[in-house]
Every structure is written in C-alpha cells, then in structure tokens.
C-alpha cells in the first residue's frame, strides 16, 4: 500500500514555458499534499503544503505566483513552474498523507527532474 | 522549527549492524520521530517512526532515549542496498509546523561489501 506516483519523471523545457508536474496517491486518499525541491548534493527544501479543496500554504521564500499549486481531488495535486528559467532547474519530489493511513507518516514520490534550458 | 543533527557520513561492511544516531535537543512533547532514506534520484522512503518508545518494523529498529532528545535507528545487518542517506526528522501534530516535516542534511550511509 501507500504508494505516490508523479509524472512526468523527467522534463526538459525552454526558458520561459511553464511546465506542470502532477502527483498522485494511488491507493489511499490524500489530505494533505507537500511538495519539495531538491538541489544537487543538497537536501530537500519543503516549497509548499495543499490540502483538498483549499489554497496552499507556501513557504517563506517561495513564489506563490511562480509556484502554483491545485489540489483539486483526494488524489491529485499539481505543481505547475510557471515562466521556467534555468535555476528552477531542480529535483522536484511530492508526498502525501492522509485516510487511511497512518497520520504521522509521509509517502514520498519518485520526484520529476526539472531541467530548464 | 525543532533541528536535527546527524553525522554527515558513516561507514559499515556488509552484514554488520549500523546505529544511526540522531540529537534533537528542542523535541516537544508532541513530536514524532521519523526515519527517512534517499537513494540517488529516487524519492524518500519511509523507514520507521516512533514517539516515545522503541519501535521494530522488518525494515529497522528505533531506540529513542528517555528524555528523547536523541534516537538511534538501527539496521541489524546492512546490505549494500541500505547504502543511503538517512534523514532524522521531527513531525510536530500541533502548532503552526503541524505536519511538517523539515530535512535536515541526513548521514550519507557507505556499506562496504
């Protein structure tokens, strides 16, 4: 069980397109849906927090209107980096948690890398 | 936010255990202690997860101290495909960090064969 899937894996785009990443839980409902960003050698970087129905909540820092975020279904949320530019190039990572699983522990997806040309 | 502090990096051989150790001196009363690893572009994976007491799953085990300012995740007998890194992380259920999960920099684990 708890399995979180997010396509696409890997994305390369042009500078100045938008590009949108989608996560899915796959086998359980989400309520709560966390997006993070991760550079080379670096750890990751919590961007953002959406649960079903409402608006994100972002982190200091981070660009609501370059980063939007719809969770508009218990099990699907969407990042989309809009007007790319190379150092949104990351490793974009979601995870989600939520009914029927335990409520302490996050489930992680095989993340999207981003590169931005 | 409450902080972790995990060695940068540790070493093991094959089959051998592996103590992970994890300080987090500012816990609250309500924070979960969890365990996370990461392999090379992949997404975490959760490990284990524990409060107040020790936790066994098939995966690992956490010893959590009594004051639970610092844990230890144990791998009983590591195979090279538990080479990792492995994240400490503090889960607060109440307050405005409810539910966050903040990465540290984790202890990038080698296991030699």
């Known amino acids: 069980g708890a399995v979180v899937s997010q396509h696409p894996s890997r994305v390369i785009c042009k500078s100045g397109t938008s590009v949108k990443i989608e996560c899915r839980s796959l086998?359980?409902?989400?309520?709560?849906m966390f997006w993070y960003r991760q550079f080379p050698k670096q750890s990751l970087m919590l961007m953002a927090t959406?649960?079903?129905?409402?608006?994100?909540?972002?982190e200091q820092g981070v660009e609501k209107d370059k980063f939007l975020i719809n969770h508009a279904s218990l099990t699907l949320s969407t990042l989309t980096v809009t007007s790319a530019h190379p150092e949104d190039s990351s490793f974009y990572i979601c995870?989600?948690?939520?009914?029927?699983?335990?409520?302490?522990?996050?489930?992680f997806g095989p993340g999207t890398r981003l590169t931005v040309l | 936010d409450a902080k972790t502090t995990q060695p940068n990096s540790m070493e093991s051989n094959e089959e051998e255990p592996v103590h992970l150790p994890c300080n987090h001196s500012t816990i609250s009363g309500t924070d979960y202690i969890h365990w996370y690893r990461q392999l090379p572009s992949q997404g975490p994976e959760y490990v284990i997860h524990g409060l107040t007491s020790n936790v066994n799953n098939r995966m690992a085990s956490l010893a959590i101290a009594e004051d639970r300012k610092s844990s230890t995740l144990i791998l009983h007998r590591a195979t090279l495909r538990d080479a990792a890194v492995y994240y400490c992380?503090?889960?607060?259920?109440?307050?405005?960090?409810?539910?966050?999960?903040?990465f540290g920099d984790g202890t990038t684990l080698t296991v030699k064969p």
């Open positions: 995870s989600a948690e939520g009914l029927g699983q335990s409520t302490d522990t996050q489930y």
């Open positions: 086998d359980f409902q989400a309520t709560t």
């Open positions: 959406s649960n079903e129905g409402s608006k994100a909540t972002y």
């Open positions: 992380i503090l889960r607060g259920l109440k307050g405005t960090n409810a539910g966050k999960s903040t």
